[in-house]
């Protein structure tokens, strides 16, 4: 038993620092130590001088084009992105519809989108939920008709991250309303979201940001060249996906961040560093949790139930570390700030993004499958309670 | 990185369990509770003979020179079974401080305690003065000191070995909530000398590995508890049907879950830091793991017990004592809170800034 990286995984953690801390826009950088959310443009910038590297896919292989790194590799190189801070390369792009275009996708589909998504010329958003299908996502409305060539789609998605961002939109849409079961109705397109009948509204948050939207389709017309799968298999395709964003990252690089901070407000405040530490103590055994699924994961192919464990913990531990970088920082945190606010002096710790930011974790507990989710996955799969 | 047993690690904990599931049931355990001292010499005699007394030991002080990874395991095994036995007094404690403490004299000293003739208990406790060669002062509730031939004393920076009838040493001796006994120690002028003195690092080493030992324990019992849990929800039904199909019930056994993993996690982590060479990391690692097996141990045990309802609190179901072990788990050899402050005060494991 052995919980050492081997002498090639230091040397590739060493590399991917140096990378950063020789690539990253200091202006992305510094907003991204600050809290603040980088521009579009930041975040195309930094997607782009990564794959110059062709590591801004981490998860697709190589003979995808991809730089084909282990469990282990992909581990450190996103623990690397989150301690620096730095962005991570759009997770719509390169964990969502990458890998799915690499199973499921035609090689028209592959050539046509592969290269641009990994680089990101085409920034992608994922409509999924609608107002009424969000856990239960399978009951979803957005219906495709048939009409020569085309789809002609309408419905209502809800909760399209950086849609505004985007150019195209990999979507849920039900293709066969009579189907016995309704997971077996849907199909997997990929929009155009500069089409006609495509309206993009934004939806501002509790952070006082612009992150979501809602997309409205109105008889969108969709090539049937950009079906992925097979019609009414798309439930497949999706369960693909959702396994793939639950791949048992539990996010440690960013609490750790977020220790850093409180540590700088705290100073010499006794109280305050023994909560920081009692959140590390979970944090650094948490650690040893991911290094255990990732030993798993290079053992064995199949899902390993106990993501669930990371996201659950990983989730609990990074709002609790926002929330007590919240407490530390108290009343000055109060005051209503813009990430476009100018960007202080060096050493000036930036507590404009403090309260935006605990209030919108809160949503990393519901997103991807929410904790109550999660509890009834490892409930029913892995202790048989049904 | 690896996380696997090797195949003499797997027989080891397989021979363990086997022993335990034969030798160890739960009415076995309450007979030995039942016995004068609160425990069975006749397991522990079967545990001298099993070699599980020697085993965490180095060849040259009398040990079988296996590792932290087989204590680790022993320690597992222990939890499930709930062993009353004092083998964390005596062997980890006691003889981790006098197989790390002692030098030339660690293989005469520890002789005894592994041959299960002595009983060994390690008094750690900042009441303890030495003045002029006497060790003056008070020790509240030293594990097994109700029965030890012989003492490890921590005074000032080192340790001292002193015999269970030493003059000026005087002992009340009580049981324990949860199984095992205890004493509270009193010195007056209990004279030791170079001979008797034990190097810090004895002391150091002894905290960590009865850290470790607890980890481990929690993980086995933690684990028992679960499973007996889950058990329970799937077989006992109200309403017509299993009270497992409640939603709120299944969530709570999940939550159980995810503590029960980073315990498993704490146990391989102590395992694996017996061989780190920084202090510094070894000192945050061990303080880590105690406040969370005493966190997590004490969420699993009070839901063990919830969700077994009325059953859960009564004396005769193993669930209420894995609840008391786990309860004292996280209380003895410093508590939760005292470990999450000395973390603190060690700065914790993030830097305030990055190395670049």
């Known amino acids: 038993m052995d919980l050492r990286f081997t002498a090639e995984e230091d040397a590739f953690r060493k590399d991917v620092r140096a990378f950063i801390r020789d690539n990253l826009d200091p202006v992305t950088h510094r907003k991204m130590l600050d809290g603040r959310i980088p521009s579009k443009e930041e975040v195309v910038t930094w997607q782009r001088t990564l794959n110059g590297r062709n590591w801004a896919t981490p998860s697709w292989p190589a003979a995808a084009g991809g730089p084909g790194f282990t469990s282990v590799e992909r581990y450190i190189f996103l623990d690397e992105l989150h301690q620096a801070p730095a962005p991570e390369p759009v997770s719509f792009n390169v964990s969502m519809i990458g890998p799915v275009l690499i199973a499921f996708g035609t090689p028209a589909q592959k050539a046509r989108f592969l290269a641009a ?57 039900r293709t066969d309303p009579a189907a016995p079961r309704k997971q077996r109705g849907i199909s997997f397109l990929l929009i155009d979201l500069h089409s006609p009948g495509v309206t993009v509204r934004p939806i501002i948050t509790m952070d006082g940001r612009h992150e979501v939207n809602e997309v409205f389709l109105d008889e969108v017309r969709v090539p049937v060249d950009c079906l992925v799968g097979e019609e009414n298999k798309g439930w497949d395709v999706t369960k693909f996906l959702l396994s793939n964003e639950r791949t048992g990252i539990a996010r440690i690089g960013m609490t750790k961040h977020l220790i850093r901070r409180i540590k700088r407000l705290a100073g010499d405040n006794a109280a305050a560093l023994r909560k920081a530490a009692a959140i590390e103590a979970e944090l650094k055994i948490l650690e040893i949790t991911q290094l255990r699924v990732l030993d798993g994961q290079r053992k064995s192919d199949g899902p390993d139930p106990r993501s669930s464990v990371l996201k659950l913990k990983g989730v609990e531990l990074r709002q609790a570390a926002s929330e ?13 700030r813009s990430d476009e606010d100018p960007i202080g002096p060096e050493d000036e710790e ?8 605990y209030a919108i974790l809160r949503a990393a507990s519901i997103y991807g499958g929410s904790s109550e989710v999660q509890k009834t996955i490892v409930a029913s799969s892995i202790l048989g309670l049904k | 990185m690896n996380f696997d047993l090797s195949d003499d690690q797997r027989m080891l904990q397989d021979s363990v369990a086997r022993y335990l599931a034969d030798r160890y049931g739960f009415e076995q355990r309450t007979a030995h509770a039942g016995e004068a001292r609160g425990w069975s010499q006749q397991a522990w005699t079967e545990f001298v003979e099993l070699g599980l007394t020697m085993l965490p030991f180095r060849e040259e002080v009398g040990g079988l020179g296996l590792g932290s990874v087989e204590t680790m395991l022993v320690g597992e095994a222990f939890g499930r079974a709930l062993v009353i036995e004092p083998y964390l007094p005596s062997i980890v404690l006691a003889g981790t401080a006098v197989a790390e403490g002692a030098g030339e004299r660690a293989e005469a000293l520890l002789a005894p305690i592994l041959s299960g003739e002595a009983i060994g208990a390690f008094a750690d406790d900042a009441s303890v003065a030495l003045i002029d060669g006497y060790l003056v002062g008070t020790a509240a509730c030293v594990l097994a000191g109700d029965c030890a031939d012989v003492f490890v004393v921590v005074a000032g920076d080192g340790a001292y070995v002193v015999p269970g009838d030493a003059a000026g040493l005087s002992r009340r001796g009580y049981r324990l909530h949860g199984g095992g006994g205890a004493a509270d120690l009193h010195f007056d002028r209990v004279a030791v000398d170079a001979a008797s003195q034990l190097a810090p690092i004895g002391v150091t080493r002894a905290r960590e590995a009865g850290i470790a030992f607890l980890a481990a324990e929690a993980a086995g019992a933690m684990q028992s508890a679960l499973d007996i849990t889950v058990e329970y929800l799937k077989t006992r039904e109200q309403f017509g049907k299993p009270i497992g199909t409640n939603q709120a019930l299944q969530h709570r056994a999940a939550e159980m879950l995810v503590e029960v993993e980073q315990v498993k996690s704490a146990a391989i982590y102590a395992a694996t830091l017996a061989s780190e060479t920084d202090d510094a990391e070894r000192a945050k690692g061990f303080a880590a793991i105690k406040a969370v097996i005493g966190k997590s141990g004490r969420f699993v045990a009070q839901s063990a017990v919830q969700l077994h309802g009325g059953i859960g609190v009564s004396e005769e179901h193993i669930v209420s004592h894995w609840f008391r072990r786990l309860t004292t788990i996280g209380m003895i050899l410093g508590s939760t809170q005292f470990h999450v402050n000395r973390l603190a005060d060690l700065g914790g494991f993030t830097a305030v800034r990055r190395a670049a």
């Open chain 1, 324 to 336: 007590l970088l919240l407490e530390i920082a108290g009343i000055a945190a109060l005051e209503v």
């Open chain 1, 117 to 173: 998504t990994a680089n990101n010329d085409i920034w992608w958003a994922q409509g999924f939920s609608e107002p009424g299908a969000g856990s239960d996502l399978a009951s979803l409305r957005t219906s495709a008709r048939r009409d020569g060539d085309h789809y002609v789609v309408s419905g209502h998605k809800i909760w399209q991250g950086m849609a505004h961002h985007a150019d195209w939109m990999f979507t849920l849409v």
């Open chain 1, 350 to 357: 930036w507590v404009g993004s403090i309260m935006p930011n």
